[in-house]
């Protein structure tokens, strides 16, 4: 029976990708099958509940998938009812520090000691990124050289690449510079004001790892740009390895040389995109858990629902919450939640509902409203239809038989659409910006309204 969960766990975790299902199927316990029931434990009400609402009707179709004929399932409590996601997280992160980070080397002065990999949420936006940090790290200089990570404010660029420079500090055996890019600019032209041009090369030159935060600084600085030009030449020639990030792509950034971009573009570019709902309750949890905070299943939930932008205003809104329980001795409830962070966060009734995604989606891609909805089974129009199908189940809290019945279709068709646009956003990064732009529209909207 064993191999039976194992083999249905693998379906489902194609199909939630690996965050989503490390979070929310991982910590459930398979206690096996009586007829045709397959039962199976959650180890609180939070998670029974949101497991029963939300992937039910996965778990009875992988199941079905491998037993060969139609299975119920059964969603039962397990003794410690009352545990929360801190395991589901701890799941949820990369191996351990090495050898090499748990006794490190002094302190580097540039890298914040918090941003290691170790520290760092692994899910579908940032998985790529993630992985070619972990590459570099281990083999600096010989695999993806320059790597470039681009991505919005606030979304973990400078943490990873301050992940890649602890682990090559740690290992002794590597010279590592981390700066932003206007730091850079600003020695330059102190350097220069006073001369010193000779020691200023010699820093820059000498290092094995140069990283260099925020590149978009450069742009429209002619001075700086050359010297990071040459800079940057006698490191690669070298084999030393380059590590860079903005919020653009090389050549979206106005002002960049040509010389330069062609540079930027010669390794690895690697996207970090806004977090999913499974990674951003992640999140929380993992911050909530290193800053040594109890905080029930239900508020991680509410402020990953509500603040979906970026890392930074998760962490945030944690840490006001924080501060507020503590100097009012009270319980982190829902209810306290909310009015703590009430002018931080986009409550629930100003989401968008399913009739103005349609709505909105329709607009979008130029098709009647009608046509949306109605049973066309047209490439394009069935396109657009699971578009807005993916949105209704991302942006709102109704389950996939409700949206299902607002398109006049059953809840697995909804369940298909929103599998299959979720793995396209995670693997082209130009129709995963159309997705945002309708996302910013329907911000728009609300806001209007």
């Known amino acids: 029976m064993e191999g039976l969960w194992q083999r249905a766990a693998d379906r489902?975790?194609?199909?939630?990708?690996?965050?989503?299902?490390?979070t929310w199927i991982g910590p459930l316990n398979f206690l096996g099958m009586q007829g045709r029931t397959a039962t199976l434990e959650a180890p609180n009400r939070f998670?029974?509940?949101?497991v029963s609402d939300r992937y039910l009707e996965l778990l009875r179709q992988s199941l079905s998938a491998e037993v060969g004929q139609s299975v119920d399932v059964k969603l039962t409590l397990g003794l410690a009812g009352n545990s929360n996601l801190h395991e589901a997280v701890r799941r949820t992160m990369p191996p351990g520090p090495s050898a090499a980070e748990a006794a490190p080397r002094d302190r580097h002065p540039q890298l914040n000691e918090r941003y290691t990999f170790a520290?760092?949420?692994?899910?579908?936006?940032?998985?790529?990124?993630?992985?070619?940090?972990?590459?570099?790290?281990?083999?600096?200089?010989e695999k993806y050289n320059p790597l470039f990570i681009y991505g919005g404010v606030g979304l973990g660029k400078t943490h990873l690449v301050t992940a890649i420079g602890h682990q090559?500090?740690?290992?002794?055996?590597?010279?590592v510079l981390f700066m932003p890019a206007e730091v850079f600019m600003n020695e330059l032209i102190t350097s220069l004001r006073r001369d010193r041009m000779g020691e200023f090369k010699e820093k820059f030159r000498r290092v094995d790892v140069l990283i260099l935060d925020d590149v978009q600084f450069l742009a429209g600085r002619e001075r700086t740009q050359e010297e990071f030009f040459h800079t940057f030449n006698s490191l690669h020639s070298d084999r030393h390895q380059i590590v860079l990030t903005s919020d653009k792509v090389p050549r979206d950034i106005p002002g960049l040389e040509e010389r330069l971009r062609n540079r930027f573009e010669s390794g690895l570019i690697a996207d970090i995109a806004p977090p999913d709902l499974e990674t951003?309750?992640?999140?929380?949890?993992?911050?909530?858990?290193?800053?040594?905070?109890?905080?029930?299943?239900?508020?991680?939930?509410?402020?990953?629902?509500?603040?979906?932008?970026?890392?930074?205003?998760?962490?945030?809104?944690?840490?006001?919450?924080?501060?507020?329980?503590s100097m009012d001795r009270a319980p982190v409830t829902v209810d306290f939640t909310r009015q703590a962070l009430h002018d931080l966060i986009r409550v629930q009734d100003q989401r968008p509902g399913i009739d103005g995604i349609q709505k909105t989606v329709a607009d979008f891609f130029h098709i009647r409203l009608v046509d949306l909805k109605s049973k066309k089974r047209t490439q394009h129009i069935a396109f657009c239809r699971q578009v807005a199908m993916y949105l209704c189940r991302k942006l709102t809290?109704?389950?996939?038989?409700?949206?299902?019945?607002?398109?006049?279709?059953?809840?697995?068709?909804?369940?298909?659409?929103?599998?299959?646009?979720?793995?396209?956003?995670?693997?082209?990064?130009?129709?995963?910006?159309?997705?945002?732009?309708?996302?910013?529209?329907?911000k728009i909207d609300q806001r209007a309204a």
């Open 12 to 22: 489902i975790r194609d199909s939630l990708g690996q965050v989503g299902f490390e």
């Open 47 to 50: 998670f029974r509940d949101w």
């Open 119 to 141: 520290e760092f949420v692994v899910g579908s936006a940032n998985q790529f990124a993630h992985a070619a940090a972990l590459a570099v790290a281990n083999q600096p200089g």
């Open 168 to 175: 090559l500090w740690n290992s002794g055996k590597r010279k």
């Open 280 to 325: 951003r309750v992640a999140i929380v949890q993992k911050k909530a858990a290193h800053d040594n905070m109890s905080l029930p299943s239900d508020v991680a939930l509410y402020i990953a629902q509500n603040v979906s932008s970026n890392v930074r205003e998760l962490e945030g809104c944690l840490t006001r919450l924080a501060a507020l329980a």
């Open 397 to 442: 809290d109704n389950s996939f038989p409700v949206i299902g019945e607002h398109f006049g279709r059953d809840h697995s068709t909804v369940i298909h659409a929103y599998n299959l646009i979720s793995r396209r956003v995670g693997n082209d990064s130009a129709f995963r910006m159309s997705i945002e732009k309708i996302e910013r529209e329907l």
